[in-house]
T-cell receptor, first 115, second 113 residues
Framework: EPEVTQTPSHQVTQMGQEVILRCVPI?????FYWYRQILGQKVEFLVS????????KSEIFDDQFSVERPDGSNFTLKIRSTKLEDSAMYFC?????????????FGPGTRLTVL | AQSVTQLDSQVPVFEEAPVELRCNYS??????LFWYVQYPNQGLQLLLK??????LVKGINGFEAEFNKSQTSFHLRKPSVHISDTAEYFC???????????FGQGTRLTINP
């Protein structure tokens, strides 16, 4: 069964460094998402992406964040200058094309630790 | 804007006992409702979803949920749980126009032998 994959599973970085989190969505999906979950808190929407542009973003998704689909298979989330409060589990999700009722399929997540 | 409240952060139950995980939502528009499960060290997996039609929805692993519009609830139930049901369960909502999911805080289900 097709699945969403994410790399790395765990990333440790120093405050102020740039990180890139990678996701490979399900191959025939066209809608892509990033969510994050700070330890002990709820899963929060960050951004949705369709047709090579952002379709919606949350207040969390400020100028330090960016997303890209560089090669037609990967979907990346970049944090330019990480802060301690960026430490969280980051989930990628993708969705098919049959209208808005399609299910979002989630990857296993990348745990980001900012020191 | 939507919001989701999962009233119980932890629910311990004995194996083979029934369980109900509660979820209430708030929205000014019509919504789609979802339950996701997260097993240890894994991603979020869809258990079931309510889009329209019958208010009783059946999902995987013997779970079901009932949409109650008047009470704005979408409680998850299983008549007899198994050790393998130990996981975190998340209720989520999206409105008909939006793509994003709004999640509740999660409920950790612990099954005792």
């Amino acid at each position: 069964e097709p699945e969403v994959t994410q790399t790395p599973s765990h990333q440790v970085t120093q405050m102020g460094q740039e990180v890139i989190l990678r996701c490979v969505p399900i191959s025939n999906h066209l809608y892509f998402y990033w969510y994050r979950q700070i330890l002990g808190q709820k899963v929060e929407f960050l951004v949705s992406f369709y047709n090579n542009e952002i379709s919606e973003k949350s207040e969390i998704f400020d100028d330090q964040f960016s997303v890209e689909r560089p090669d037609g298979s990967n979907f990346t989330l970049k944090i330019r200058s990480t802060k301690l409060e960026d430490s969280a589990m980051y989930f990628c999700a993708s969705r098919g094309t049959s209208g808005r009722t399609d299910t979002q399929y989630f990857g296993p997540g990348t745990r980001l630790t900012v020191l | 804007a939507q919001s989701v409240t999962q009233l119980d952060s932890q629910v311990p139950v004995f194996e083979e006992a029934p369980v109900e995980l509660r979820c209430n939502y708030s929205s000014s528009v019509s919504v789609y409702l979802f339950w996701y499960v997260q097993y240890p060290n894994q991603g979020l997996q869809l258990l079931l979803k309510y889009l329209s039609g019958s208010t009783l929805v059946k999902g995987i692993n013997g779970f079901e949920a009932e949409f109650n519009k008047s009470q704005t609830s979408f409680h998850l139930r299983k008549p007899s749980v198994h050790i393998s049901d130990t996981a975190e369960y998340f209720c989520a909502v999206s409105d008909w126009g939006a793509q994003k999911l709004v999640f509740g805080q999660g409920t950790r289900l612990t099954i005792n032998p």
